[in-house]
């Protein structure tokens, strides 16, 4: 168990939260799965996620999403076929099925919080490290750029900065053992925007 806390901040202020939790393996589907939740809520925005992944590999199986802007309530469903490096993307508004799209690919395609958490585990940390998060739209190379400190929870801390090209997403992983990512820029979907932790909490799933 594992939960992260971030501070949305948009032009400088707080526009509201977001709790990434880490829950391990669970059952979903008769298979056993990594399950990581999103939660991200703001002024007439929300943003509810149940990332299912591999337990192998950390790739992403299945998205469930439910969206609230501004009134405007949508259901998500990615379903990803790692063998076949494909993810079919259906939508519905109040239950009723409104159209499928399915993208392909010439690799598995990831999720953004797939990749954080594995990169945390099975990445390598060193300045001028460059790899690729292939993701339902669009591809994105990431590289690390140096090291630097960065204010999160109150204190500065020590971090990696990793950066897509173009730098659509900025990420700052905490240089300890666990390799927290302290700031995520780009995540949320909304123009402008950073997470910025401000709680940490190890074991704290039920």
Same mark, same amino acid.
């Given at each position: 168990g594992e939960t992260l806390t971030y501070a949305i901040r948009k032009f400088?202020?707080?526009a509201g939260e977001t709790v990434i939790q880490y829950h391990g393996i669970v059952e979903d &589907?008769? &298979?056993?799965?990594?399950l990581i939740t999103f939660t991200a809520k703001g002024f007439n925005f929300l943003d509810d996620e149940k990332i299912f992944a591999d337990p192998q590999t950390l790739l992403p199986v299945k998205v469930e999403r439910d969206l609230n802007i501004f009134g405007k309530k949508e259901q998500i469903v990615e379903?990803?076929?790692l063998q076949k490096n494909n993810v079919t993307?259906?939508?519905y508004q109040g239950g009723t099925f409104i159209e499928e799209i399915v993208f392909t690919k010439e690799e598995p395609i990831d999720n953004l919080y797939c990749y954080i958490f594995r990169?945390?585990?099975q990445g390598r940390f060193a300045q001028g490290v460059t790899l690729r998060m292939p993701l339902p739209t669009k591809d994105v190379n990431f590289e690390i750029l140096r090291r630097?400190?960065?204010?999160?929870?109150?204190r500065r801390h020590d971090a990696w900065f990793m950066q897509s090209n173009p730098p659509e997403y900025q990420v700052w992983f905490g240089t300890g053992d666990q390799k927290i990512p302290l700031r995520i820029d780009?995540?949320?979907?909304?123009?402008?925007t950073v997470m910025v932790l401000e709680r940490y909490e190890k074991g704290k799933i039920e």
């Open positions: 400088g202020m707080k &589907e008769g &298979e056993s799965r990594i379903r990803y076929d993307i259906r939508k990169y945390r585990y630097e400190t960065i204010a999160a929870m109150g780009g995540a949320v979907g909304l123009a402008k």
